[in-house]
């Protein structure tokens, strides 16, 4: 499978204004396809045959003229040097492919054979598709690609209200000790669709190169903190503490979208009876100890060792919190002061 950072160097070697997509562009308007292979490596040798070594920048002049010939073209992996030229693809034909041209064909299964990413340029259709380990992608107009960004970008801002809101009641409900499993998986569910949604977005931004600056500000600043809020809830709600995170939420990004708007399935990964949505759950109080300013981490994760609970970090006097190593008496003040102020200003949000 390909990761998302491998995804979007791919596609970033492909933005407006690149050395490979110039030479592409050119290749479009000559009338002609190609085949491009993107890396050089020892899964890719074995499948390569004939042509020749030439071992040149890569430049868009030099990319369409080799490209007039039948073969394709091998970069390095930064797509900045031309490597071979007029090179036949020998990829295993028993790899299954659903294209029907033979030029897509062996982009396909060059790319599922190697993982490495393999460019096809249609010659009858000019349309740019990329295929990338099991993936596959058609390369779109910059005016496409800023549309659907900015589509992507709405949808966006309104899940960010969403999970807002859904995050504003769960910290209320964890002032009253008040938290149910089906408040839990609806702040999970609201984090994780947000984070589908902003990769999404990263996508296009990384396609669209230096034309998407003014998309990425907006992007960063709707997805802030909202990993750490994935995070936290599970750290403060996971049934069973030997499960890792790291693999908890993994398990979450592995659902399909109907899955993940399964409550049920949501609360099994947590290690919760799927049948109980109802049932009351104490946070452990990471999330909203981590709100409080200027409060390190390992501090927070100390005082969660220490008392067990919010309600019983919430409780805690001066002196108890001043036994916590690292914690002292002008930051246990801090911490009851911080903790203080959240819960008037949750039950504030919450019922006025």
């Known amino acids: 499978m390909v ?31 190609a085949l491009i292979v993107i890396g050089w490596t020892p899964t890719v040798e074995p499948l390569v045959s004939g042509g020749f070594v030439i071992d040149i920048a890569a430049t868009s002049q030099r ?3 080799l490209a007039k010939m039948d073969g394709a073209i ?25 294209e029907t041209g033979t030029r897509h064909r062996s982009a396909e299964r060059t790319a599922r054979q190697t993982g490495q990413p393999v460019i096809a340029l249609s010659e009858s259709m000019g349309v740019v598709t990329i295929y990338h380990g099991d993936s596959k992608r058609t390369l779109e107009e910059v005016s496409a690609l800023l549309f659907r960004a900015n589509q992507a970008l709405s949808t966006l801002e309104r899940y960010r209200f969403r999970l807002d809101e859904v995050s504003s009641v769960l910290s209320a409900r964890e002032v009253e000790d008040a938290v149910t499993v089906r408040d839990v998986v609806l702040t999970l569910q609201r984090a994780e669709m947000m984070r589908r949604i902003a990769a999404e977005v990263a996508d296009h931004v990384a396609e669209l ?43 979450v990004a592995a659902l399909t979208t109907d899955e993940l708007l399964d409550a049920e399935q ?7 009876d799927p049948g109980q949505l109802e049932q009351p759950v104490t946070p452990r109080g ?44 002008s930051r246990a003040r801090m911490i009851q002061d911080g903790l203080r102020r959240m819960a008037e200003a949750s039950l504030l949000d919450r019922y006025v």
Request: hydrophobic share 40%.
């Open 3 to 33: 990761s998302e950072q491998d995804r979007r160097r791919v596609l970033a070697l492909l933005a407006p204004g690149s050395e490979l997509r110039e030479g592409i562009e050119r290749i479009i308007r000559s009338g002609r396809g």
């Open 63 to 65: 990319i369409a003229e």
């Open 74 to 98: 091998v970069l390095d992996a930064g797509a900045t040097r031309v490597l071979r030229a007029n090179v036949h693809l020998v990829p295993d034909p028993s790899i299954p492919t659903n």
């Open 209 to 251: 190169g230096t034309e998407g600056r003014l998309i990425q500000l907006q992007l960063d600043e709707l997805v802030a903190s909202v990993a750490d809020e994935r995070e936290l809830v599970v750290r403060d709600y996971l049934g069973d503490r030997r499960r890792k995170l790291a693999r908890v939420l993994d398990d």
């Open 266 to 272: 949501v609360a099994e990964i947590l290690a919760y």
């Open 286 to 329: 990471y999330r909203l100890l981590s709100r409080i300013p200027r409060l390190p981490g390992s501090v927070v994760d100390r005082l969660v060792e220490r008392f067990g609970s919010l309600p019983r970090v919430m409780e805690a006097t001066i002196s108890e919190l001043d036994d916590v190593e690292g914690v002292g008496e």
